[in-house]
């Protein structure tokens, strides 16, 4: 039972334009999602943040949306540079979960020179 | 402040065979997690400790795989005897207990012949 999916293995854009990476999920329980990004031989890093009580969050360059009534959430990143090469997991968790996160498949991003 | 250490990077072992794999969290998290990273999937939650408590090891394959975390501070993640599919990516985590923010480590890559 894949309860947060990423239906987007990879994704491919110019630099300079927008990324935009989607992540569903079905658990109603799910009140806080984080996006991580991960370059090869490496552990996954935090990127971004958001809680269930708000609809969008942003950092510099980095931009979440959520959902609530479509269980879905985005990350968007402008403008695009090819240091963001990376795989992307979007993560979720529940309030009294103690932080377990259950990640989704991850999506390959490749920005293009 | 020194990041998630963990050894080895990399093992190769026939099936069968035994592995251990060890976590030195950043200093002053109490929550540790292992997490298993099969090839195009997400992180999957083997066991979370709080101190050295389990808080939850319901996705942990108990007849092969144990963990411990003696006195709340380093972990030791153990497989025995290995599978091929046990091939992976194993990922240590920490995080602070008010935060649903995970630091990952590098992970260790294990292969079964």
């Known amino acids: 039972d894949q309860q947060v999916k990423q239906n987007s293995p990879s994704l491919s854009v110019q630099e300079g334009r927008i990324s935009i990476l989607n992540c569903d999920y079905t658990n109603s329980m799910f009140d806080y999602f984080l996006w991580y990004k991960k370059y090869p031989a490496e552990g996954p890093t935090f990127l971004i943040s958001i809680s269930s009580i708000k609809d969008k969050n942003e950092d510099g360059r980095f931009t979440v949306f959520l959902n609530k009534s479509a269980k879905h959430l985005s990350l968007h990143i402008v403008p695009s540079q090819p240091g963001d090469s990376a795989v992307y997991f979007c993560?979720?968790?529940?309030?009294?979960?103690?932080?377990?996160?259950?990640f989704g498949t991850g999506t390959q991003l490749k920005v293009e020179l | 402040e020194a990041g998630v250490a963990q050894s080895p990077r990399y093992k190769i072992i026939e099936k069968r065979q035994s592995v251990a794999f060890w976590c030195n969290p950043i200093s002053g998290h109490a929550t540790l997690y292992w997490y298993q990273q099969i090839l195009g999937q997400g992180p999957k939650l083997l066991i979370q400790f709080q101190n050295n408590g389990v808080v939850d090891d319901s996705q942990l394959p108990k007849d092969r795989f144990s963990a411990e975390r003696l006195k709340g501070v380093d972990s030791t993640l153990k497989i025995q005897p290995a599978k091929l599919e046990d091939s992976a990516v194993y990922l240590c985590?920490?995080?602070?207990?008010?935060?649903?923010?995970?630091?990952f480590g590098e992970g260790s890559r294990l292969t079964v012949l």
């Open positions: 993560a979720a968790s529940a309030t009294g979960g103690g932080n377990k996160l259950t």
């Open positions: 985590a920490s995080s602070q207990l008010a935060s649903g923010e995970l630091f």
